[in-house]
């Protein structure tokens, strides 16, 4: 199974920028589906954004026009540019991978805390 390591969290002002990254241990070229997820204490986790299986980005309501998806298969890896950070976007960030029919792959998770 893939094993996939988030990097990039930290401390931020908001209105600031972050960029986190995701790196597969594999090639990523075979994944069907790749995205973003995120969990703040205290709330399910939720979809920021992901590559679905029809091949165009989807993003979360909250973050459209602030985060922006991205993957190099060259570099077996994803990331999110994260711009004017609010201190909503606070959570631990997630990343995840599915190749059909298996089950999906999640990374550790790396701690993003927006302050105000």
């Known amino acids: 199974q893939v094993q996939l390591v988030e990097s990039g969290g930290g401390l931020v002002q908001a209105g600031g920028s972050l960029r986190l990254s995701c790196a597969a241990s594999?090639?990523?070229?075979?994944?069907?589906?790749m995205g973003w997820y995120r969990q703040a204490p205290g709330k399910q986790r939720e979809l920021v954004a992901n590559?679905?299986?029809?091949?165009?980005?989807n993003y979360a309501d909250s973050v459209k026009g602030r985060f922006i998806i991205s993957k190099d298969n060259h570099k077996n890896a994803m990331y999110l540019q994260m711009n004017n950070l609010k201190p909503e976007d606070t959570a631990v960030y997630y990343c995840?991978?599915?190749?059909?029919?298996?089950?999906?792959?999640w990374g550790q998770g790396t701690q993003v805390t927006v302050s105000s």
């Open positions: 594999g090639s990523i070229a075979s994944f069907n589906v």
């Open positions: 995840y991978a599915r190749s059909f029919p298996a089950i999906g792959s």
């Open positions: 590559f679905p299986i029809s091949g165009s980005t």
